[in-house]
């Protein structure tokens, strides 16, 4: 256990819903979460009003915005994104060495005007949604996909991000290569009793803990449950076994 919270604190959950109503009324279903992923579709719907609504309520806050254009772009982006006070906000490692480094500074200087914590900044090794297969056959990149997610983790830390998101299938390598103080973050967790969707590389929540994962980002098999609350509560019972 890296950062030696709870289990169940490690987890953070995706209110990937489309408007401000259906995000709130989840956040009242589930009290007990305290870690909440705000990714493009709720943020391009609301703005930055649905912070707001997460910082009034103590909770912390995953801006999962993804960011990849030129340096100047990202640059800007970060510096803006910093300023609300979240606690992870993320870049694509695509985006290249220049802009990974550019966001690193342009976080610290939007949060230092803002008088808030700068945001932990961690790079997109690969989307947990694409495959082997399409790495090699449709994206044209000639490494094995374990190869690629560390050479993108690796771009990420020698450019002084705070960590990366991973699948929980490259999680063991990049914790023996980039050690215990590089943020791992795990998409794509599932539970057995969970359908898998659109992920490509899963685990379930326990193993991807035992692993090495720093943080599990749980969406569909939460939000989308008949009852939210009985999977919450069944998967923070799961991950007491490795607590």
């Known amino acids: 256990m890296g950062n030696g919270e709870q289990a169940e604190q490690r987890v953070i959950v995706a209110l990937d819903v489309p408007d401000e109503q259906s995000a709130i009324a989840l956040i009242d279903q589930l009290p007990q979460v305290n870690f909440w992923k705000v990714g493009l579709e709720l943020f391009t719907s609301t703005g930055p009003k649905i912070l707001e609504e997460l910082k009034s309520r103590q909770k912390r806050i995953f801006l999962d915005l993804k960011f990849d254009d030129i340096p100047n772009t990202v640059a800007g982006a970060c510096r803006s994104a910093a300023r609300y006070g979240v606690d992870l906000l993320t870049i694509h490692a695509t985006a290249g060495r220049d802009a990974l480094k550019a966001a690193t500074e342009a976080a610290q200087e939007g949060a230092a ?5 700068p945001p932990k900044l961690i790079a997109i090794t690969l989307l947990t949604s694409i ?7 449709d994206l044209k990149i000639p490494l094995e996909l374990p190869e690629y997610a560390l050479e993108m983790a ?11 998101v991973c699948s929980p299938l490259e999680v063991a390598q990049l914790r023996q290569t ?11 967790v599932r539970p057995t009793w969970a359908e898998k969707g659109d992920q490509k590389r899963s685990l ?10 720093d943080y599990l980002v749980i969406g569909r098999p939460i939000t989308t449950a008949t009852e939210p609350e009985l999977a919450w509560k069944r998967i923070s019972e799961e991950l007491t076994t490795v607590a």
């Open 204 to 213: 379930t929540p326990a193993q991807a803990i035992i692993a090495g994962a």
């Open 178 to 188: 980039c050690g215990d103080d590089f943020l791992l973050v795990c998409p794509g």
């Open 131 to 137: 495959s082997a297969r399409q790495l090699a056959f």
């Open 154 to 164: 690796l771009l990420a830390q020698e450019s002084g991000l705070d960590g990366v």
């Open 113 to 117: 005007k803002a008088g808030v914590q």
